[in-house]
Nanobody, 121 residues
Framework: VQLQASGGGLVQPGGALKLSCVAS????????MGWYRQAPGKQRELVAT???????QYADSMKGRFTISRDNPKHAIYLQMNSLQPEDTAVYYC????????????????WGQGTLVTVSS
């Protein structure tokens, strides 16, 4: 099972980016998925999570600016980020809380490789 994140890049303050994360590997079902980020010199922190029923949860500082969404058939999640600020600069990681595969395996705590978002003028 793998998670592949993409969509990061350099953006000016006030700009927007959309991150994508696609899971692969004979997947039958994925439970909660989410985005986390880690800024230089800081610990990894929660950005947003989304359940199979598209129920969402956001960190307070992201509410109103970031939107997480999910495409269950594609085993994908997305993060639309608006009004980006320099403090949003970080490596963004996607996470799958629990992945069930067709061959009967269960994987917990699966992480993608991260995608770098840099907000700078």
């Amino acid at each position: 099972v793998q998670l592949q994140a993409s969509g990061g890049g350099l953006v000016q303050p006030g700009g927007a980016l959309k991150l994508s994360c696609v899971a692969s590997g004979g997947i039958w079902r994925i439970d909660n998925m989410g985005w986390y980020r880690q800024a230089p010199g800081k610990q990894r922190e929660l950005v947003a999570t989304i359940g199979t029923g598209s129920n969402t949860q956001y960190a307070d500082s992201m509410k109103g600016r970031f939107t997480i969404s999910r495409d269950n058939p594609k085993h994908a999640i997305y993060l639309q980020m608006n009004s980006l600020q320099p403090e949003d600069t970080a490596v963004y990681y996607c996470n799958a809380e629990q992945v069930l595969t067709y061959d009967g395996y269960t994987y917990r705590g699966v992480w993608g490789q991260g995608t770098l978002v840099t907000v700078s003028s």
